[in-house]
């Protein structure tokens, strides 16, 4: 089993900034792919960021060039850094890592518990 465990979330004033961190944990082999996923209530969950084993970063495209994710596939851990907050930014982030395990190599694809991010205008 993997635990996926995000830190980092608040509430920030318009253009302001926060880093949202993430840290996987359990039984993993290997990581593909982590990233940020975000929802409003009521609404479905999106992608943010993500990065893959080979570093490559896929960004939605209203945050190109405000947010910056990052990850370190062997601490386990990826960061989100959110600068240029907006309104619209508003919801609960979550961090999703995926993966095999080390029994059998079954794949994984694990969520966080969801942090809180407000940004208030």
């Known amino acids: 089993q993997v635990q996926v465990v995000e830190s980092g979330g608040g509430l920030v004033q318009s253009g302001g900034s926060l880093r949202l961190s993430c840290a996987a944990s359990?039984?993993?082999?290997?990581?593909?792919?982590m990233g940020w996923y975000r929802q409003v209530s009521g609404d479905e969950r999106v992608l943010v960021a993500t990065?893959?084993?080979?570093?490559?970063?896929n960004y939605r495209d209203s945050v190109k060039g405000r947010f910056t994710i990052s990850g370190d596939n062997a601490r386990k851990t990826v960061s989100l850094q959110m600068n240029s907050l907006k309104p619209e930014d508003t919801a609960v982030y979550y961090c999703?890592?995926?993966?095999?395990?080390?029994?059998?190599?079954?794949?994984?694809?694990?969520w966080g518990q969801g942090t809180q991010v407000t940004v208030s205008s």
């Open positions: 990065i893959n084993s080979d570093r490559i970063t």
């Open positions: 359990g039984d993993i082999f290997t990581i593909n792919t």
């Open positions: 999703n890592v995926a993966g095999r395990g080390t029994s059998f190599r079954i794949s994984f694809n694990a």
